[in-house]
């Protein structure tokens, strides 16, 4: 069973918070790893976030970060830089949650060890737009970001001699 | 003097639901509900292929990915009237109730447990009295002394810690909150155990769908699982087995702890069992079909006015004429350009957004009509649907929900207790026992019929010349969901998505009436402008789902305040 988990997170339909799933499926096409590391472009999950997390040894996630930088910047983040910003009240499922996630995990002593995230600044986050010039320029570097993460971690990654291309009709809609 | 309230989480997504209510002397007195951010995704899906719109609609929103699917490929197959095979009823019908177990669990433990529960409270209870408490309650094994010495514990190691900061979104503390230290305990002890019956359902949905939250299993015309027993690579009867394990397990923690609590919340706060109503009238479409062609169904459907439960109109089919007649939008008061209310065929969306303005434009949320009427739809008007005409499975769970309810506050309830913002929650968990007695039906169905040897899974979709229109409806978690689409010479040329929190947060119509979490607020108390919890109360028992949803992080927090008092 997997220990290690590689989320993307954000809408492919709305802009550049398609990064996460993008940049997945972009290193998923490329790379493979072992049974113990599991990609999952997990959308917007809002909620459900915390069965993905739950007992993980690691957990990297992809996604858009909004820290009033330029466009296309890329940062990088811990569970402690997430874990120091107070939440704030709910009033749908969909608030992203992620300090909830991990504060209830704490509170379960089910935490994963490690929480790593890549993230990049975006430009718009509008329906049915393409990812930005800046942020689409970005996906190549959070592949590596995560490539090394997962090594970091000591784990194996090794590049496919011929990469995936596998059926994934909502792309256009973000290539375009 | 009245107060103006506004809660409006607006920071950290783009697009939110925000409420505003006018309090005076305690009481909310008019309420507006906005949509904050517009949602025409719908315009994404012109000019595609309809086998493939089902991709795209399960993107629409993160939290409700296989609604859309569903509700897509069945609006493709009404327009082609195309029936499909038994199995793939089945299976999609495994996919719908463990999809939707998930959701109402996630829905009481994860999003609305903080409104009744005080979690801070628990910190002064006694282990054993808890578990005495719920001994009488329920045979659950996790409802130990030692389990909830645990679980205090933690908490306790959390507080000191000063990491309670997490749940900064309870109102602890708050006049509002009122269960026991010992109720208190169990509820969070519950809370903490109810992520691995979430995970678990999500695992069925993962075998069935090949992968979640974005199902891969789906077709226009049936599924794409093939089924071989004897192949390890396809559905066989090891993956059935496995469902089967997951499902009971989901089951035994639906019956004997979400009904548990929600019974005894309900009792302990009853008067929560007469503020909230708001619209009395109510829709639901049926589903969880048992035979190829959509005629007969396991879950009730049906209209019902006023609260009258004397009266109720069944929709009985996938291609119900009452249903596809009446329902209309309306936009008087949302920010497109115009002031009608329409067919879904025969609309636009052409956004035009102006200010908000309340007794004006004010949301980007539609106003969804029901032969020119507000309706609430969701687990509610099912259930109440359902008694209405007399469901079997329905009645057997909602009188026992009422006599478990009546017996812990000492008290008869009668099913016009449903009418409120605790009757939502009540009826929500009936109708998660319910699905999770039918979800082991369906799973019999579907290992009988494949023993009988019927493997068939899918009808090939066909498209003719010209211009063909369907609707597909599925009761989604929320409630009543459909999907309206126009082909044109086998491509899209229209395609509406006419959603259940739009039908329950939509604003008011061209003749003012308000929608349903509008009337609902109306008559609610409010302690605390600051604090307005009884507005989150009410609001969340909808459980409310409109943001169809990007995710975006903001670690820098630049959040403010999301409650204003003026």
């Known amino acids: ?176 | 003097m009245s107060t103006h309230i506004t809660v409006d989480p607006i920071t950290r997504i783009e697009g939110h639901l925000r409420i505003d209510v006018e309090v005076d002397g305690g009481v909310v007195k008019k309420a507006w509900s906005s949509g904050q951010m517009f949602r025409g995704i719908e315009k994404i899906l012109e000019g595609r292929d309809p086998r493939e719109a089902w991709l795209f609609t399960q993107r629409f929103c993160g939290v409700c990915t296989t609604v859309h699917a569903i509700a897509s490929v069945r609006a493709v197959e009404n327009a082609l009237q195309l029936a499909i095979p038994k199995n793939a009823h089945y299976i999609r019908n495994l996919i719908v109730a463990a999809h939707a177990m998930h959701d109402h669990i996630v829905h009481f433990y994860q999003l609305s447990a903080l409104d009744w529960v005080d979690v801070v409270s628990a910190l002064k209870a006694d282990p054993a009295k808890a578990a005495a408490l719920a001994s009488g309650l329920s045979e659950w094994p996790g409802n130990n002394v030692k389990q909830f010495q645990a679980v205090k514990d933690r908490l306790a190691g959390f507080v000191n810690n000063g990491q309670l900061g997490i749940f900064a979104n309870g109102y602890w503390g708050h006049p509002a909150m009122r269960l026991s230290p010992e109720v208190n305990l169990l509820a969070v002890s519950h809370y903490l155990e109810a992520l691995d019956y979430q995970r678990k359902v999500n695992q069925v949905v993962a075998i069935l769908g090949g992968k979640t939250p974005h199902i891969q299993n789906l077709a226009v015309g049936g599924v794409a699982n093939a089924i071989n027993l004897d192949n390890q690579a396809t559905l066989n009867m090891a993956r059935l087995y496995q469902v089967k394990e997951l499902l009971d397990s989901a089951r035994q923690f639906i019956e004997q702890v979400y009904f548990v609590d929600v019974c005894a919340i309900g009792a302990m706060y009853a008067e929560w069992l007469t503020y909230g109503g708001g619209v009395t009238n109510y829709l639901a479409v049926p589903d969880l079909p048992t035979d190829a062609t959509g005629r007969s169904f396991d879950l009730p459907g049906g209209t019902l006015f006023g609260g009258d439960l004397s009266t109720v109109t069944p929709i009985s089919s996938f291609d119900d004429p009452y249903f596809q007649k009446n329902v209309t939008e309306s936009i008087a008061h949302a920010w497109y350009d115009g002031d009608w209310q329409r067919h879904p065929y025969e609309e636009e969306t052409v956004p035009k957004y102006t200010k908000y303005e309340g007794d004006r434009k004010y949301s980007w949320i539609k106003a969804p009509r029901f032969d020119g009427r507000v309706m609430q739809v969701g687990p509610l008007a099912q259930v109440l649907v359902g008694l209405a005409q007399g469901h079997e499975l329905t009645k057997k769970w909602a009188v026992k929900a009422l006599d478990t309810a009546g017996r812990v506050a000492g008290t008869t309830l009668t099913p016009a207790v449903l009418h409120s913002t605790l009757g939502r929650h009540a009826a929500r968990m009936i109708r998660c026992c319910m699905l999770a007695e039918l979800a082991g039906k369906h799973w019999s169905l579907l290992a009988e019929n494949i023993g009988r040897g019927d493997t068939d899974i899918f009808n090939e979709p066909v498209f003719p010349k010209g211009e063909q229109h369907g609707f597909g409806f599925h009761e989604a978690p929320r409630g009543t969901l459909s999907h309206w689409v126009v082909i044109q010479d086998g491509t899209i040329r229209n395609y509406q998505a006419v959603v259940p929190s739009t039908w329950n947060a939509g604003p008011r119509d061209g003749r003012d009436q308000p929608g349903p979490y509008e009337a609902s607020l109306v008559g609610n108390p409010v302690a605390d402008p600051e604090l307005p919890l009884e507005v989150l109360r009410t609001v969340h028992s909808f459980d409310p789902c409109i943001a169809c949803a990007i995710h975006t992080l903001d670690v820098h927090g630049t959040e403010v305040a999301r409650v204003r008092a003026l």
């Open chain 1, 1 to 176: 069973m997997a220990r290690t988990f590689v989320l993307g997170l954000g809408n492919v339909l709305m802009g550049d918070d398609a990064f996460g799933p993008v940049v997945v499926h972009a290193f998923d096409d490329r790379y493979s790893v072992g049974p113990e590391v599991e990609i999952v472009d997990l959308g917007t999950p809002g909620l459900d976030m915390t069965p993905w997390m739950a007992d993980a040894e690691r957990v990297i996630v992809v996604d858009t970060v909004r820290a009033g930088r330029r466009p296309g910047t890329p940062c990088r983040y811990t569970k402690d830089d997430v874990m120091r910003q107070p939440p704030g009240p709910r009033v749908g499922p969909h608030d992203p949650g992620m300090r909830e996630t991990l504060g209830t995990l704490e509170l379960l002593g089910r935490a994963p060890r490690e929480v790593v995230i890549v993230g990049i600044e975006p430009a718009h986050t509008e329906l049915g737009r393409p990812l930005s010039p800046p942020v689409a320029a970005g996906v190549h570097g959070a592949v590596a970001a995560v490539v090394a993460a997962l090594q970091a971690g000591g784990l194996e990654v090794w590049r496919r001699s011929v990469p995936l291309e596998p059926d994934r009709r909502w792309q256009p809609l973000v290539a375009r």
